[in-house]
């Protein structure tokens, strides 16, 4: 039988002790649960161990594959650029080496679901949802396509849920900021805000989240706000990164079937699982109307694998 490929897991890094030491046990744990193959994680920047580091803690343990999975919820510069680097140097240091690289993490149903249980443990069991705002807030980027997930990620979080919005800031190189995404959530009527990190493990820049979130309510006494924990290692988290790295195992790197309401039971559209795909034409495109023939304007959904 061959050997199944090793897992690495990459990371982002930290200042924060605290969230060093809980990817570490993240890693750990991953490796506890899965005995049968060598599991490893290393940092981009910041904290220890570098991901180069644990390239060589494999190949010391005889590995000559391996599938590599980011353990980050967009993929921005690290995701898209760093970490191939990365890889990459590490091939020329260890000749013989090969691997896969699987895709981030979010947004996934699994940790939609997580959210949700973090956002129930903030508010008020007496809150009604209809009247509570949700402030989802993401690291922040330089890159347009990352910040857009985190976007996409609010939107899936609100969609067949009762909470009245979820809106979005970032806590750095992006606009909103946290004050600013508080101001827009009163301005469209919020009186109640709970600020929900869209991170993964506790760190320098959650910490800057909760901050300015009690900063910005002291002074607005008016708005009740609360905030919300961070993802953490949750079941869902550990197998939402072994899925990652079967994917990445099978060459099954997906485009948005995560989110694909014929694929998951999202809630409120668990009916549309399972439908079959019909070639699809959209009310308001031009030239549906004429003389009854649709020609290249639908275009079909596969969802069969």
Known sequence: M??????????????????????????????????????????????????????????????????????????????????????????????????????????????????????????????????????????GSTDPDANAEVFKAARLLWEGRDYAAVETAFVSLAQPDVPGGLDRCVRLGARRVVVLPYFLFTGILPDRVRHQTEEWAAAHPETEVRSADVIGPEPELLDLVWERYEEAVKGDLRMNCDSCVYRIALPGFEDKVGLPQQPHFHPDDDGHHHHGHHHGHGHAHSHAH
């Open 2 to 139: 061959t050997t199944p490929p090793a897992l690495l897991i990459a990371g982002h890094g930290t200042r924060d002790e605290a969230g060093a030491e809980a990817f570490r046990d993240f890693v750990r744990e991953l490796g506890r649960r899965h005995p049968e193959l060598p599991v490893a994680g290393g940092f981009i920047e910041l904290s220890p161990p570098p991901l180069g580091e644990a390239v060589a803690e494999l190949v010391e343990r005889g590995v000559r594959r391996f599938a590599a999975v980011p353990l980050m919820l967009v993929s921005a510069g690290h995701a898209k650029g760093d970490i191939p680097a990365a890889l990459s140097r590490e091939k020329e240091r260890h000749p013989g080496i090969s691997y896969t690289y699987g895709r981030p993490l979010g947004p996934h149903p699994a940790l939609l679901r997580v959210l949700e249980r973090r956002l129930a443990a903030a508010v008020d069991p007496s809150w009604d949802p209809a009247e509570v705002t949700v402030l989802l807030v993401g690291r």
